[in-house]
């Protein structure tokens, strides 16, 4: 059981808008930041978003990150083909860091 | 380019210990924190601790207390993770990952991953 609660899946047809949400507590979510991590099938983790809402230089403004209180959301809008992954949210909890489920998005 | 490679596949008996190795180039390699995370097969991913290759202090998840060490090499700008008393439930995809520094506090650059397979 992971400590932050993703939707295991989410899908979308090409150039659809989809948003996978990510949930936590005061100790993670609520008092840092979140990221955001992309892995392509057999592939490493990549840096999507970082501190909510920051894009790392090369990751597509179609991806953009948000926080609201112990919530967190990635929107991924023009759904294209290449975007069918798994996506993990991340924040530190006291002197750890914690991990969503993962959500494998499915493009349609 | 800034990179991370990590050493080859394992296997392992029950019991026994792994020590996976990660190697930084491109960059200052006492100037950023690693990370280690593992990805058991079809699962998400888990965080194992922390190194400050500087200073070589450590923090470790309590799942893993006791039975992980990482430490570093500076010379050679390595980063080592070794976990004993091995497990079925230890076979998983380690990681390691660079904490990028300022205001990037996430980790921006990863390992192609380590296979550890802990079979009798």
């Known amino acids: 059981q992971s400590v932050l609660t993703q939707p295991p899946s989410a899908s979308g047809t090409p150039g659809q808008r989809v948003t996978i949400s990510c949930s936590g507590s005061s100790s993670n979510i609520g008092s840092n930041t979140v990221n955001w991590y992309q892995q392509l099938p057999g592939t490493a983790p990549k840096l999507l978003i970082y501190?909510?809402?920051q894009r790392p230089s090369g990751v597509p403004d179609r991806f953009s990150g948000s926080k609201s209180g112990t919530s967190a959301s990635l929107a991924i809008s023009g759904l294209q083909s290449e975007d069918e992954a798994d996506y993990y949210c991340?924040?530190?909890?006291?002197?750890?860091?914690?991990f969503g489920g993962g959500t494998k998005l499915t493009v349609l | 380019q800034v990179q991370l490679v990590q050493s080859g596949a394992e296997v392992k008996k029950p019991g026994a210990s792994v020590k996976v190795s990660c190697k930084a180039s491109g960059y200052t390699f006492t100037s950023y924190y690693m990370h280690w995370v593992r990805q058991a097969p079809g699962q998400g991913l888990e965080w194992m601790g922390i190194?400050?290759?500087?200073?070589?202090?450590?923090s470790y998840a309590q799942k893993f207390q006791g039975r992980v060490t990482m430490t570093r090499d500076t010379s050679t700008s390595t980063v080592y993770m070794e976990l004993s008393s091995l497990r079925s439930e230890d076979t998983a995809v380690y990681y390691c990952a660079r904490e990028g520094g300022g205001l990037v506090d996430a980790f921006d650059i990863w390992g192609q991953g380590t296979m550890v397979t802990v079979s009798s």
């Open positions: 991340a924040a530190w909890d006291d002197s750890h860091v914690v």
């Open positions: 501190s909510n809402n």
């Open positions: 190194i400050n290759p500087s200073g070589g202090s450590t």
